[in-house]
């Protein structure tokens, strides 16, 4: 097999004019929401915490991990035949398992963040100094390149030699693997113990941390407490979002369902479109900064 052809969403031309519109808004609002936040945060002198030192290399995430599966699928809707190379393939598989599992380890680092922030106060910036963070952000990118590269020597191992429709809009393990030529058993079952597990175990310390962060909201003041919770809710809101659809997906044998394409929609563009409005819309900090720039910029644009 030298190229693989992709079945996209739907196979109603009316349905797909009506969606490369949609997913062409959509992307734009993920490239220009986060780009935004990059560049508050980037300029912002306000805005030094650790909290939005990874929010910032989480933002850059977004729009790398969208931006392998959403140019392909808008461009895919103006086309009847849709086709990918075998290269293309795996470069799609694997840029989506690396930007999706430094997605992962990020939203894991913030919520422990989060953690010592507001359970060990006094000890925050000793703990979380730059250089601490620096490392976790390294660490990171290089666990998603390490899962990875596990996910696509599996798959690039694996022979294909008849059928080549795949009945999603990108390259992913499990379609790819319902067409080898050979059984699939055990390679299912260590993308199970690879992706399932890392979205499983990280979901699991990412729900004991907030539990324990709530736990410990009670001791505080009205005022910490709201401001504490509104932050963490922002924080609880994207993990759902971004863990639900990814555990679904990945925590079950090499089987495909029907719903698998919308659900991956979900993880791999709603979540980075929804990330900016959810950490600006609840976070005054980041607004603030945001009215700041802004009207810096139309002050020094009047002065030119």
Request: with cysteine; net charge positive.
């Amino acid at each position: 097999v030298s190229k693989f052809i992709l079945l996209g969403l739907s196979q109603d031309q009316e349905l797909q004019q009506v969606c490369f519109v949609l997913f062409l808004l959509f992307y734009v609002v993920i490239v220009l929401g986060n780009l935004l936040i990059i560049i508050t945060i980037k300029r912002s002198e306000c805005l030094n915490s650790p909290m939005y030192f990874f929010l910032r290399y989480l933002s850059f995430v977004d729009i790398c991990y969208s931006s392998v599966t959403a140019p392909k699928l808008i461009a895919d809707f103006l086309v009847e035949r849709k086709t990918i190379s075998f290269v293309g393939c795996i470069a799609q598989l694997f840029g989506v398992h690396f930007f999706g599992c430094t997605e992962i380890f990020l939203l894991t680092v913030m919520a422990y963040d989060r953690y010592i922030a507001i359970c060990k106060p006094l000890h925050y910036m000793t703990i979380m100094n730059k250089h601490v963070c620096s490392w976790m952000v390294v660490a990171s990118w290089a666990g998603g390149f390490v899962h990875s590269m596990v996910q696509t020597l599996l798959t690039t191992q694996l022979p294909f030699c008849g059928p080549n429709e795949i009945d999603h809009y990108f390259c992913d393990v499990h379609p790819l693997l319902k067409l080898a030529c050979t059984d699939t058993y055990i390679v299912g079952v260590i993308v199970v113990a690879n992706s399932g597990m890392i979205s499983l175990s990280c979901f699991i310390v990412l729900v004991v941390s907030y539990v324990v962060i709530l736990v410990s909201l009670k001791t505080r003041s009205s005022e910490g407490r709201l401001k504490a919770l509104s932050t963490c809710a922002s924080h609880i809101t994207v993990v759902i979002l971004f863990f639900g659809p990814c555990i679904f997906i990945y925590m079950r044998p090499s089987t495909t369902f029907s719903e698998d394409k919308m659900v991956a929609v979900f993880y791999t563009i709603i979540t980075p479109m929804l990330n900016p409005l959810i950490y600006t819309l609840r976070n005054e900090e980041v607004k603030n900064a945001m009215k700041k720039l802004w009207s810096r910029e139309v002050t020094v644009g009047g002065k030119l």
